[in-house]
T-cell receptor
Framework: DGGITQSPKYLFRKEGQNVTLSCEQN?????MYWYRQDPGQGLRLIYY???????QKGDIAEGYSVSREKKESFPLTVTSAQKNPTAFYLC???????????FGSGTRLTVV | AQTVTQSQPEMSVQEAETVTLSCTYD???????LFWYKQPPSRQMILVIR??????QNATENRFSVNFQKAAKSFSLKISDSQLGDAAMYFC??????????????FGTGTRLKVLA
């Protein structure tokens, strides 16, 4: 079955470390997105990519980096420059035709 | 810039009753899409319903329907015969039309729906 897979489900990061969250889709979707969700809050856009080898900053890109070398993959790196990384991270993909996002199941990142 | 506002942080409904969640948005465009997403305690986001702005007919999906008022920029979600499984966070979202060249969605802050047995 086609879908979008995020891994790991839970991730712990020490202060000063970079960590990478994985997002893979086999839906042949052109566009992929990363959102951050804090407790009791909505979704804030970190980065998005509409085609391979191209991506744009969202509303809260500082302290994060991404790459889009393959259509299927859009990994997110949370760098040490991100001062408050503890949050729930959601990856999504879409065709670009307005038929809605497909979301992954999320990664819960905690700084220890 | 486009914005999406959900003014009800939390709502409650008795099982089997009907509840309406509000969403307003601000845009100067005529071609766009609107969505309602559900996020249950598992945190998996699920698409509930979708509306294309150029379609006057309100979208329906089983017990879920919308009241789309384009002139008022309002997009409310009605849940009929509420079930315990409907308890979740509900997000309203906006996307510009296909010719805009941008695919990103703008989300509201969400409404937490509690269903009382």
């Amino acid at each position: 079955d086609g879908g979008i897979t995020q891994s790991p489900k839970y991730l712990f990061r020490k202060e000063g470390q970079n960590v990478t969250l994985s997002c893979e889709q086999n839906l042949n979707h052109d566009a992929m997105y990363w959102y951050r969700q804090d407790p009791g809050q909505g979704l804030r856009l970190i980065y998005y990519s509409q085609i391979v080898n191209d991506f744009q900053k969202g509303d809260i890109a500082e302290g994060y980096s991404v790459s889009r070398e393959k259509k299927e993959s859009f990994p997110l790196t949370v760098t040490s420059a991100q001062k408050n990384p503890t949050a729930f991270y959601l990856c999504a993909s879409s065709t670009g035709q307005g038929d809605g996002y497909t979301f992954g199941s999320g990664t819960r990142l905690t700084v220890v | 810039a486009q914005t999406v506002t959900q003014s009800q942080p939390e709502m409650s409904v008795q099982e089997a009753e009907t509840v309406t969640l509000s969403c307003t948005y601000d845009t100067s465009e005529s071609d766009y899409y609107l969505f309602w997403y559900k996020q249950p305690p598992s945190r998996q986001m699920i698409l509930v319903i979708r509306q294309e702005a150029y379609k006057q007919q309100n979208a329906t999906e089983n017990r879920f329907s919308v009241n789309f008022q384009k002139a008022a920029k309002s997009f409310s979600l009605k849940i009929s015969d509420s079930q315990l499984g409907d308890a979740a966070m509900y997000f309203c979202a906006y996307r510009r039309g296909r010719t805009s060249g941008t695919y990103k969605y703008i989300f509201g802050t969400g409404t937490r729906l509690k269903v009382l047995a």
